[in-house]
């Protein structure tokens, strides 16, 4: 069981309020990704779950049972760092195994748990290995197998995939994801890419200087953002938003429209001329400087071979304008 419940819980740093009081649960199985910009306490936050930080007020739940005092050690939690921190002169074995060896557990239920862990993870080739001797996404497997071999009520991964380059980050994420579906353990993962937390959430958590700006699945925080920050934070590349006149059109302070739902039609209400093209095949991405709406960014089909310079007449699609007051919240 992995169900975690925060009430009420605060930390500040002697005058400076981190994380000023966040309610939130956390099903048992779910996974729940923290995203937000640098500096919006999301890491702050897993670590008061996990016991590596004393919250200042307020109380986590893991099961049903306070653990708001109790030591990381006994909280039932297994964290995978950013860094791997392995063991160099320790074979992937004895790296996995570490943490069963310190808490006095016998040999065979090690090498039972172990080679569990290896073959979840494809690395029963590698145990005999030394961490100089894998690549960075084996690595990081291993940090991970050292978690799941401890058999813990929830994981918990501090932006585990920020020192990998791009194919392995997206390898890896598959890797995670569907070890989540095997073994069915709530899993909390922060990141501050937004991508990582659409594709891999069951529930997104987004952060903004502490506070929880919204919580929902991917799909209706990409449809329904409660306030301009979310708006803001998830889509990429992010919605466009207009102000001014255009808005007040709309009744509305600002409006937001996301560049896959721009359409090139003729008799728009926004004209204006080409500025960066991005032609990535599939997709081709515009920036266009209109007179009337500013810089839009336009996702359009990768076949569209407009380039610097072209004029463009361009329209929101129909009911996917989205409204916000003057206080950045939406607008039913």
């Given at each position: 069981m992995g169900k975690i419940v925060l009430s009420q819980v605060r930390k500040s740093f002697g005058e400076v309020d981190v994380i000023p009081g966040i309610d939130l649960l956390i099903e048992d199985g779910e996974f729940v990704v923290f995203v937000g910009p640098s500096g919006c306490g999301k890491s702050t936050l897993l670590r008061l779950i996990a016991g590596l930080e004393d919250t200042t007020s307020g109380t986590i739940a893991i099961d049903g049972k306070d653990a708001t005092d109790l030591p990381p050690a006994k909280r039932g939690l297994a964290m995978v760092f950013q860094s791997y921190a392995l063991y160099p002169h320790m074979t992937v074995r004895k790296n996995i195994a570490f943490p069963l060896k310190m808490a006095g557990m016998d040999q065979a239920e090690q090498d039972k748990r172990v080679d569990r862990a290896a073959r979840v993870l494809n690395l029963s080739s590698y145990l005999d290995r030394r961490p100089g001797q894998l690549s960075g996404g084996q690595r990081q497997r291993v940090a991970i197998g050292r978690a799941i071999v401890r058999e813990p009520a929830a994981f918990l991964f501090d932006e585990p995939l920020s020192n990998l380059d791009a194919a392995l980050r997206?390898?890896?994420?598959?890797e995670i994801s569907e070890l989540h579906q095997s073994l069915k353990t709530t899993m909390i993962y922060v990141t501050h890419d937004q991508v990582e937390a659409m594709t891999m959430a069951d529930k997104i958590v987004v952060l903004n200087a502490g506070r929880i700006e919204q919580v929902g699945s991917p799909l209706e925080l990409y449809h329904s953002p409660r306030n301009l920050f979310v708006a803001g934070f998830i889509g990429s590349p992010k919605m466009n938003f207009i102000t001014g006149a255009e808005a007040a059109k709309h009744d509305a302070?600002?409006?937001?429209?996301?560049?896959?739902?721009?359409?090139?039609?003729?008799?728009?209400?926004?004209?204006?001329?080409?500025?960066?093209?991005?032609?990535?095949?599939?997709?081709?991405?515009?920036?266009?400087?209109?007179?009337?709406?500013?810089?839009?960014?336009?996702?359009?089909?990768?076949?569209?071979?407009l380039r610097h310079g072209d004029r463009v007449s361009l329209a929101p699609q129909a009911g996917k304008i989205h409204r916000f007051g003057a206080d950045g919240k939406a607008k039913a």
């Amino acid at each position: 069981m992995g169900k975690i419940v925060l009430s009420q819980v605060r930390k500040s740093f002697g005058e400076v309020d981190v994380i000023p009081g966040i309610d939130l649960l956390i099903e048992d199985g779910e996974f729940v990704v923290f995203v937000g910009p640098s500096g919006c306490g999301k890491s702050t936050l897993l670590r008061l779950i996990a016991g590596l930080e004393d919250t200042t007020s307020g109380t986590i739940a893991i099961d049903g049972k306070d653990a708001t005092d109790l030591p990381p050690a006994k909280r039932g939690l297994a964290m995978v760092f950013q860094s791997y921190a392995l063991y160099p002169h320790m074979t992937v074995r004895k790296n996995i195994a570490f943490p069963l060896k310190m808490a006095g557990m016998d040999q065979a239920e090690q090498d039972k748990r172990v080679d569990r862990a290896a073959r979840v993870l494809n690395l029963s080739s590698y145990l005999d290995r030394r961490p100089g001797q894998l690549s960075g996404g084996q690595r990081q497997r291993v940090a991970i197998g050292r978690a799941i071999v401890r058999e813990p009520a929830a994981f918990l991964f501090d932006e585990p995939l920020s020192n990998l380059d791009a194919a392995l980050r997206v390898g890896m994420r598959q890797e995670i994801s569907e070890l989540h579906q095997s073994l069915k353990t709530t899993m909390i993962y922060v990141t501050h890419d937004q991508v990582e937390a659409m594709t891999m959430a069951d529930k997104i958590v987004v952060l903004n200087a502490g506070r929880i700006e919204q919580v929902g699945s991917p799909l209706e925080l990409y449809h329904s953002p409660r306030n301009l920050f979310v708006a803001g934070f998830i889509g990429s590349p992010k919605m466009n938003f207009i102000t001014g006149a255009e808005a007040a059109k709309h009744d509305a302070h600002t409006i937001g429209v996301r560049p896959e739902h721009m359409e090139l039609r003729d008799g728009g209400p926004w004209t204006g001329k080409v500025g960066l093209s991005e032609h990535l095949g599939s997709d081709t991405f515009l920036r266009v400087e209109t007179a009337e709406a500013g810089t839009l960014t336009v996702r359009a089909n990768g076949e569209v071979a407009l380039r610097h310079g072209d004029r463009v007449s361009l329209a929101p699609q129909a009911g996917k304008i989205h409204r916000f007051g003057a206080d950045g919240k939406a607008k039913a």
